[in-house]
C-alpha cells in the first residue's frame, strides 16, 4: 500500500537550517504530485510546497519563497524539503503528501490537500 515516511526535522536556531526527506513506498513518484504542508498549533494546515515528479514543476508558498528548496530522486522515490533561513514561525509539524497527477497540479494540490499522507515530522525554531 501507499505509504509515505517523513525524517529529519529537529530544534534549530533562527537562521539555521534542515533538510527534511520523504521516503515513498508502495508507488511510483513518476505519476504524483508530492508534497511539503505544515501545521502549527492552533493554525490551519498550510501547503508549503509541491513538486510535479514528471516534469519538475513546483509551486511554493509566498511565506518561504527563497529560503525553501523542494526536490525530488525519482530512482530513491524519495522527496525533500530543503529549508534554508529558518524562522520561530516556521516551527511546525510538516507532512509529506502525494496525489495521483491525473487529479491535480501542483498548484491546486498545496492550495488543497493530498490523498496520501505521512505521520509527521516536528520541526522547532527556537534560540
Known amino acids: 500500500q501507499v505509504q509515505l515516511v517523513e525524517s529529519g526535522g529537529g530544534l534549530v536556531q533562527p537562521g539555521g537550517s534542515l533538510r527534511l526527506s520523504c521516503d515513498a513506498s508502495?508507488?511510483?513518484?513518476?505519476?504524483?504530485?508530492l508534497g511539503w504542508f505544515r501545521q502549527a498549533p492552533g493554525k490551519e494546515r498550510e501547503g508549503v510546497s509541491c513538486?510535479?515528479?514528471?516534469?519538475?514543476?513546483?509551486y511554493y508558498a509566498d511565506s518561504v519563497k527563497g529560503r525553501f528548496t523542494i526536490s525530488r530522486d525519482n530512482a530513491k522515490n524519495t522527496v525533500y524539503l530543503q529549508m534554508n533561513s529558518l524562522k520561530p514561525e516556521d516551527t511546525a509539524v510538516y507532512y509529506c503528501?502525494?496525489?495521483?497527477?491525473?487529479?491535480?497540479?501542483?498548484?491546486?494540490?498545496?492550495?488543497?490537500?493530498?490523498?496520501?499522507w505521512g505521520q509527521g515530522t516536528q520541526v522547532t525554531v527556537s534560540s
Open positions: 513538486i510535479s515528479s514528471r516534469d519538475g514543476s513546483t
Open positions: 508502495g508507488f511510483t513518484l513518476d505519476y504524483y504530485v
Open positions: 503528501a502525494a496525489t495521483p497527477r491525473f487529479y491535480t497540479t501542483v498548484q491546486a494540490m498545496c492550495l488543497s490537500s493530498g490523498r496520501y
